[in-house]
């Protein structure tokens, strides 16, 4: 079993959005992956992008300088 680590998770209201973020993190090399939205964030679209928690600040700003819109934003072990 691998050891858990602290994630940024992002939640989105569409899948449009999720999708988006992947291609954005792609071109900024930003280190992630989309995952399914755990139940206890969100019942939104059902994905999650889940990123290191040290990119917490690199991934909301390039989010917001691209205008994609997202439902939340939190900090687990994952």
Same mark, same amino acid.
């Given at each position: 079993?691998? $050891? @858990?680590? %602290?994630?940024?998770?992002?939640?989105?209201?569409?899948?449009? $959005?999720?999708?988006?973020?992947? @291609?954005?993190?792609? @071109?900024?090399?930003?280190?992630?992956?989309?995952i399914?939205? %755990?139940?206890?964030?969100?019942?939104?679209?059902?994905?999650?992008?889940?990123?290191?928690?040290?990119? @917490?600040?690199?991934?909301?700003?390039?989010?917001?300088?691209?205008?994609?819109?997202?439902?939340?934003?939190?900090?687990?072990?994952?």
């Amino acid at each position: 079993m691998r $050891e @858990k680590k %602290p994630h940024v998770i992002i939640t989105f209201y569409t899948t449009a $959005e999720a999708m988006a973020t992947e @291609k954005l993190c792609g @071109k900024q090399q930003i280190t992630g992956r989309l995952i399914s939205a %755990p139940r206890s964030l969100s019942a939104d679209c059902g994905i999650a992008w889940c990123s290191p928690a040290e990119l @917490k600040d690199v991934l909301l700003d390039a989010l917001n300088g691209a205008k994609i819109e997202f439902a939340g934003c939190c900090t687990l072990m994952y």
